[in-house]
T-cell receptor, first 115, second 111 residues
């Protein structure tokens, strides 16, 4: 079975632009989470979606938004990009969103560079 | 702020030796997971231990959890050069999809 997939792999944007990152979870997984990983640090939780509803939000500004589609894939949107948004954006899926605990599986990430 | 803190920040050992990494956290948890990451790529799930478990094994990996001390350890036995990577612990007070990560331990295994 395919693992978590993310697109694009790399992205270069200019300050002030917006970006959309995409994620497809493992087949059968209903929960998708997004994390931001700045170089040299651990991932930081941004959002969790389960059954198309937001189930958690980390300490990120409103410029960050996300949604989950009926097929459980997800998009992360970031508006008005700042240099500090440059990071590896990781998507993770798990079987359930509330019951658990269930293991979380990560995709390869999208490397975003803001210039 | 990060809840989990890994110790040491960096560890360098010879192939065949054992590697032990520690993780401390601050609040009560439902579960704790360990992950490996190679060179800024995606994280690979290694093992999940529940709050009511004290020890878990998976191949060359052994994880312990002490909820009274709010700490966990990851032991890699008979290390290999391919084990060179960053290792992260992640804690969740509810489901694993809202995990809080530490900044990781960078392990270098010399052949």
């Amino acid at each position: 079975d395919a693992g978590v997939t993310q697109s694009p792999t790399h992205l270069i944007k200019t300050r002030g632009q917006h970006v959309t990152l995409r994620c497809s979870p493992i087949s059968g997984h209903k929960s998708v989470s997004w994390y931001q990983q700045v170089l040299g640090q651990g991932p930081q939780f941004i959002f969790q979606y389960y059954e198309k509803e937001e189930r958690g939000r980390g300490n990120f500004p409103d410029r960050f938004s996300a949604r989950q589609f009926p097929n459980y894939s997800s998009e992360l949107n970031v508006n008005a990009l700042l240099l500090g948004d440059s990071a590896l954006y990781l998507c993770a899926s798990s079987l359930e969103g509330d019951l658990g605990p269930y293991e979380q599986y990560f995709g390869p990430g999208t490397r975003l560079t803001v210039t | 702020s990060q809840q989990g803190e890994e110790d040491p920040q960096a560890l360098s050992i010879q192939e065949g030796e054992n590697a032990t990494m520690n993780c401390s956290y601050k609040t009560s948890i439902n579960n704790l997971q360990w992950y490996r990451q190679n060179s800024g790529r995606g994280l690979v799930h290694l093992i999940l231990i529940r709050s009511n478990e004290r020890e878990k094994h998976s191949g060359r990996l052994r994880v312990t959890l002490d909820t009274s001390k709010k700490s966990s350890s990851l032991l890699i036995t008979a290390s290999r050069a391919a084990d060179t990577a960053s290792y992260f612990c992640a804690t969740a007070d509810t489901n694993a999809g809202k995990s809080t990560f530490g900044d990781g331990t960078t392990l270098t295994v010399k052949p």
